[in-house]
T-cell receptor, first 115, second 120 residues
Framework: DAGVTQSPTHLIKTRGQHVTLRCSPISGHKSVSWYQQVLGQGPQFIFQYYEKEERGRGNFPDRFSARQFPNYSSELNVNALLLGDSALYLC??????????????FGPGTRLTVL | AQKITQTQPGMFVQEKEAVTLDCTYD???????LFWYKQPSSGEMIFLIY??????QNATEGRYSLNFQKARKSANLVISASQLGDSAMYFC?????????????????FGKGTKLSVKP
């Protein structure tokens, strides 16, 4: 089975532009989470979607938005890009089991550079 | 306050030796899970091992074991018989049950990571 896929792999944008990152979860997984990993730091939680509804939001400005589609794929949108948005954006999916133990499977990430 | 603290920015270990990567956590939730992930230079996060707050025994997965000391709120990763391919960033993460919502699981909170370098 295919793992979590993300596109594009790399992206270069300039300040003020808009960007859309895409994620396809593992087949059968209904939950998708987005994380931002700035160089030298651990990933920071941005959003979680489950059954097409937002179920969690991290401490990020409103320039960040996301959505989940009926096939459970997801998009992360960032408006008015800032230099500080340069990071690796990771998508993770998990199966619909409840409980604290539920492994999140991560994709390879999208490396965004803002110039 | 940081919820996950990894105090070792970088560690060196000789090939075939064991190494311990430190992780302390902070939570008031009685039900939580602790995870360790490996991140090679390619960027993908690879799940290594999990420990639940109610688990009586320390988790083990092949060469990885988790030294869980609940009273001290520590969850150190032990890698035995280090291999050159173990060179990577290692992240400790926690999920609290209070972050769960209905049938979905809450987000992971990550530490800043430890860069492990294995010397031949």
């Amino acid at each position: 089975d295919a793992g979590v896929t993300q596109s594009p792999t790399h992206l270069i944008k300039t300040r003020g532009q808009h960007v859309t990152l895409r994620c396809s979860p593992i087949s059968g997984h209904k939950s998708v989470s987005w994380y931002q990993q700035v160089l030298g730091q651990g990933p920071q939680f941005i959003f979680q979607y489950y059954e097409k509804e937002e179920r969690g939001r991290g401490n990020f400005p409103d320039r960040f938005s996301a959505r989940q589609f009926p096939n459970y794929s997801s998009e992360l949108n960032v408006n008015a890009l800032l230099l500080g948005d340069s990071a690796l954006y990771l998508c993770a999916s998990s199966s619909p089991l409840a409980g604290v133990y539920n492994e999140q499977f991560f994709g390879p990430g999208t490396r965004l550079t803002v110039l | 306050a940081q919820k996950i603290t990894q105090t070792q920015p970088g560690m060196f270990v000789q090939e075939k030796e064991a190494v311990t990567l430190d992780c302390t956590y902070d939570t008031s939730d009685p039900s939580y899970g602790l995870f360790w992930y490996k991140q090679p230079s390619s960027g993908e996060m690879i799940f290594l091992i999990y420990q639940g707050s109610y688990d009586q025994q320390n988790a083990t997965e092949g060469r990885y074991s988790l030294n869980f000391q609940k009273a001290r709120k520590s969850a150190n990763l032990v890698i035995s018989a280090s291999q050159l391919g173990d060179s990577a960033m290692y992240f400790c993460a926690m999920r609290e049950s209070t972050s769960n919502y209905g049938g979905s699981q809450g987000n992971l909170i990550f530490g800043k990571g430890t860069k492990l370098s294995v010397k031949p």
